[in-house]
């Protein structure tokens, strides 16, 4: 039976008894508290998510299995006073190699070749200063290890930087580009007739699967002539340089393969380096917590330029781009021979490479 009240408003009885009852009380009391829980167990199922998606990540992390003894050979590695650079530097000084530490900053590799000679047991480390942001830096230390080097085995284009804000060069080139690709790119130019000289000698640049976020790529801007498409979000500039990288490998390849000389590109995956410092703090912050939860350590990172080195089994293979220590296929963008050859054009223009230069 339904009960009508005088403000015309029809109760069912058993919402009367429930509430006489206390069971609407217990019932709202249940809904309060689920609801307030529920932030709970979203964050345990976030948490429970990034977890699974953590131990894969640990599981598909490639490690160099390689034993290979590097007594007699030389390397070369850039940027090697922190992060990857330094871990790599550590591995293959443990093998033997006499190790050359390329860096900016000597005080800084200076303190690094103590930490690698004591981790490695290894005195064979040489520190030498290089800017890869002043060509004529670049030409100065190939000059001095062509002068005194006998022989180069091992050179690996490791340093790497990200930046915010347009800065040119004093060569009049973009910053990043220049620290990124056309330094190197230079280097392993001025390099190439000693790693010919070496054979069989391998080439490794440490790129970054970034790149693979280009679409397209706008040869009139590659040194950032028209605009400067740089984000906190977006790093433009950053991913073209990675992608060039890869490009130039691609065309490098084929101009040596009868020389016993291979040339391979890496990426290292996401891995907890300093190089974000130049950005943003608020950038770096946000960055921290990604790194936090899914990145590698730096030791993680170098496996796979420390497997592209020394690995037996990849002796002839060049020409490819590797990620945890596999070769993956590249995008479409990055497998174009017509683009690799205009971007090794525009590439050479830019560090005015002279013909005495050209060694491939």
Avoid at 126 to 139: F, G, K, N
Avoid at 235 to 249: D, E, I
Wanted: hydrophobic residues 40%.
């Amino acid at each position: 039976m339904e009960i009508l009240h005088e403000d015309s408003v029809i109760i069912h009885p058993r919402l009367i008894e429930s509430l006489e009852s206390g069971h609407f009380q217990k019932g709202y009391y249940t809904m309060l508290t689920f609801v307030l829980s529920l932030p709970f167990l979203i964050g345990l199922l976030v948490v429970a998510t990034l977890g699974v998606v953590k131990a894969y990540l640990l599981m598909m992390r490639g490690v160099c299995r390689s034993t290979n003894n590097l007594t007699g050979k030389t390397v070369i590695i850039t940027g090697a006073n922190t992060g990857i650079g330094k871990e790599t530097a550590i591995d293959l000084a443990k093998r033997g190699a006499r190790v050359i530490l390329a860096c900016r900053d000597t005080k800084k590799a200076l303190a690094a070749k103590d930490d690698i000679v004591r981790e490695s047991g290894n005195d064979n480390v040489i520190v030498r200063h290089l800017d890869l942001a002043s060509l004529w830096s670049v030409r100065q230390f190939a000059s001095e290890i062509l002068k005194n080097e006998p022989r180069l085995d091992i050179l690996i284009n490791n340093a790497g930087c990200v930046t915010m804000e347009k800065k040119l060069t004093p060569d009049g080139l973009e910053y990043q580009m220049q620290a990124n690709h056309f330094g190197h790119f230079l280097l392993t130019n001025l390099l190439l007739e000693l790693l010919k000289k070496s054979a069989p000698s391998r080439i490794i640049n440490v790129s970054s699967c970034l790149y693979t976020w280009k679409r397209t790529l706008d040869l009139n801007n590659l040194n950032s002539e028209l605009s400067y498409n740089n984000s906190s979000l977006y790093h433009g500039v950053y991913y073209n340089s990675k992608l060039v990288q890869v490009l130039c490998t691609r065309h490098l390849a084929p101009l040596i393969s009868q020389s016993g000389v291979t040339v391979n590109s890496v990426c290292p995956g996401l891995v907890n380096t300093e190089i974000f410092r130049s950005t943003s703090s608020w950038f770096q912050m946000a960055a921290s917590f990604v790194l936090f939860i899914f990145s590698k350590t730096a030791k993680e990172g170098a496996q796979t330029s420390i497997h592209v080195a020394v690995a037996s089994e990849i002796s002839d293979v060049t020409g490819q781009f590797f990620c945890d220590c596999r070769i993956i296929k590249t995008s479409k963008l990055a497998d174009n021979p017509n683009l690799a050859k205009k971007v090794w054009e525009i590439s050479e223009t830019c560090v005015d490479l002279k013909p005495e230069e050209r060694n491939y």
